[in-house]
């Protein structure tokens, strides 16, 4: 049980393009979604934390237009990354717990290159 | 703000060795603390999960201690074999900005040599 999908598992786009991130909890029901982003050698770090229906919240230094966060259902969240750029290139991670205080479960993550 | 860190930063060791992977944090007000392992270009596998209330975790040749006290913890890797090679990532949940967050440690690189 406690299973996270993310798709794709990698994705290559052009400077200036957007890209869409999907993570499902695949056998529970998701009320907060977490969005980790990991440079190599380096932690994650998180991004945004989202509950479904509501607006997700950023962490400091997280641009919010530029990565759009949507938790529209309890087994869906989606990632955009708008107007990439080759510095946003990285390794995106989500996770999913049943609330924000219980453990969360991690997807496989995308590896997402900026050309 | 927690920090949380890992030493040593890579470790190479041969086929049935025990070892120890330490993990530090700076805040000792947390809520529990997790060690996950991530394999290249992979997601994150949960190992072992301590909460603040608890002094070890034990699953199979893993054995996890915590001394919130003194802000540390560490990983214990018995018999290891070259299927433990990955990098093991320490976490800890703790109160971050008014809300619980997982903060991790940059993880430990293990090669585990047959």
């Known amino acids: 049980g406690a299973v996270v999908s993310q798709h794709p598992s990698w994705v290559i786009c052009k400077s200036g393009t957007s890209v869409k991130i999907e993570c499902r909890s695949l056998d529970f029901q998701a009320t907060t979604m977490f969005w980790y982003r990991q440079f190599p050698k380096q932690s994650l770090m998180l991004m945004a934390t989202?509950?479904?229906?509501?607006?997700?919240?950023?962490e400091q230094g997280v641009e919010k237009d530029k990565f759009l966060i949507n938790h529209a259902s309890l087994t869906l969240s989606t990632l955009t990354v708008t107007s990439a750029h080759p510095e946003d290139s990285s390794f995106y991670i989500c996770s999913a717990s049943t609330s924000g205080y219980s453990e969360q479960y991690f997807g496989p993550g995308t590896r997402l290159t900026v050309t | 703000k927690q920090e949380v860190t890992q030493i040593p930063a890579a470790l190479s060791v041969p086929e049935g060795e025990n070892l120890v992977l330490n993990c530090s944090f700076t805040d000792s007000a947390i809520y529990n603390l997790q060690w996950f392992r991530q394999d290249p270009g992979k997601g994150l596998t949960s190992l072992l999960l301590i909460q603040s209330s608890q002094r070890e975790q034990t699953s199979g040749r893993l054995n996890a201690s915590l001394d919130k006290s003194s802000g540390r913890s560490t990983l214990y890797i018995a018999a290891s074999q070259p299927g433990d090679s990955a990098t093991y990532l320490c976490?800890?949940?703790?109160?971050?900005?008014?809300?619980?967050?997982?903060?991790f440690g940059k993880g430990t690189k293990l090669t585990v040599n047959p």
């Open positions: 989202s509950n479904e229906g509501s607006k997700a919240t950023y």
């Open positions: 976490a800890v949940r703790s109160l971050q900005g008014g809300s619980e967050k997982l903060v």
